[in-house]
């Protein structure tokens, strides 16, 4: 028998009062654990930006188009590998009309500069041949149960009236990727031939793709210098500050979350404090006691920061274990409802890691105060205290 498994089984004394300290741990562990989850999904965009890609929008906003006529212009920039285009569509399901997805109208080559989508050729170049087909990530899909072939008819907000599309191909991405699973992809020349003379022959923003990603500050200038003196003038960006550019209004929310991560775990904290403090009031008699057999102060420190550790690996443990299945569960729907935003919504392990070793280490910051106390307090006192 050793100090530290005399520590372990004083945790059972209290069994209620240990349940309810391990409990209140646990569900300050989901809690850190779901919002981490999410601030990194949220931040997947970023994190998994290519260094390759750039992104030119019109520089007054994003909303504003471009003339197509630039996709050639930015085709002979020095240090352009390849470019395609794209535009919002803002397509919405009439049987699901709150339901939100990605739907652009993009350039036949836009797999040239996303090679990282997981398409079979087949699929492609069916795709490549049918003006109205459609391309859609395997998330989406599986929410709306779409299989290749199917018919899908969705009603335009930005450019009204019911348009047709058949799906001809279902794409995935991998993990480590900031392309969203829930886009629908479409032709530009379908959108375009049924524009009106306003919107006719107009783009959203281009994607270029470069020779050397070290070059990337250089071609975005020169990219943008080519329209300096046009009426329709371009700012070049980085896909990760494009990316940025989104969160950039929710900015304060992300960092309000990650407070509040904080403070749960310092809340967590407290907890156990307190179970620990009431443990050592209970059985400052017995460290009299043992003090007077021999023990030392550093023995009876041992004992207190022992359970204390203890009681945080429980709590850690059993947290991650009921976290598991429910961000696995939220994973799948966020992944489903709002792929747009959380393209992979899963528990890292350098999540979970971090909440067990943080649980061990407040749990035995929250000790030292009563381990300390109880190491300094005579023993003849000791002996006399009642709890």
Do not use: C
Request: glycine share 8%; no cysteine; hydrophobic share 50%.
């Amino acid at each position: 028998m050793t100090l530290w498994s005399v520590a372990a089984r004083n945790t059972l004394r209290n069994k209620f009062r240990t349940f309810m300290t391990v409990l209140g741990g646990a569900v300050a562990i989901i809690a850190f654990v779901v919002l981490r989850t999410v601030l990194s999904a949220w931040n997947a965009g970023i994190e998994y930006a290519a260094k390759d890609r750039l992104a030119t929008r019109n520089k007054v906003s994003f909303v504003i188009t471009l003339p197509k006529k630039y996709v050639e212009q930015v085709r002979n920039v020095p240090g352009v590998k390849s470019v395609t285009f794209q535009n919002w569509f803002g397509g919405k399901l009439a049987a699901f009309p709150d339901d939100f997805f990605a739907t652009m109208a993009t350039a036949d080559n836009t797999l040239d500069v996303y090679s990282e989508i997981k398409l079979d050729p087949a699929a492609l170049a069916r795709w490549k041949t049918d003006k109205i087909g459609a391309l859609v990530g395997d998330s989406l899909a599986s929410k709306y149960h779409w299989k290749v072939g199917d018919k899908v008819v969705l009603q335009g907000t930005i450019y009204p009236g019911d348009w047709e599309f058949t799906v001809d191909g279902i794409y995935s991405v991998p993990q480590e990727s900031a392309i969203p699973r829930t886009n629908f992809w479409f032709h530009w020349e379908y959108l375009n031939d049924a524009a009106n003379i306003r919107q006719k022959d107009k783009i959203g923003w281009m994607v270029a793709r470069v020779d050397d990603p070290s070059q990337s500050a250089a071609v975005s200038h020169r990219i943008d210098a080519l329209f300096d003196d046009s009426d329709v003038q371009t700012e070049t960006m980085s896909e990760q500050a494009m990316n940025n550019s989104f969160l950039g209004g929710i900015s304060a929310v992300l960092d309000a979350l990650n407070i509040v991560s904080v403070i749960i775990l310092l809340i967590m904290m407290l907890i156990l404090g307190n179970t620990i403090a009431m443990g050592v009031r209970e059985r400052t008699t017995e460290y009299g006691v043992l003090r007077a057999l021999g023990f030392q102060p550093s023995h009876v420190r041992t004992f207190i920061v022992g359970e204390a550790l203890t009681l945080s690996l429980i709590a850690g443990v059993f947290g991650l274990l009921l976290a598991f299945p429910l961000v696995g569960g939220l994973g799948a729907y966020l992944e489903e409802n709002m792929g747009q935003f959380f393209p992979h919504f899963s528990m890292t392990p350098l999540t979970a890691i971090s909440a067990v070793a943080l649980t061990l280490g407040l749990g035995a910051l929250a000790s030292l105060i009563p381990a300390v106390r109880a190491g300094r307090i005579p023993v003849t006192d000791a002996l006399r205290r009642i709890a």
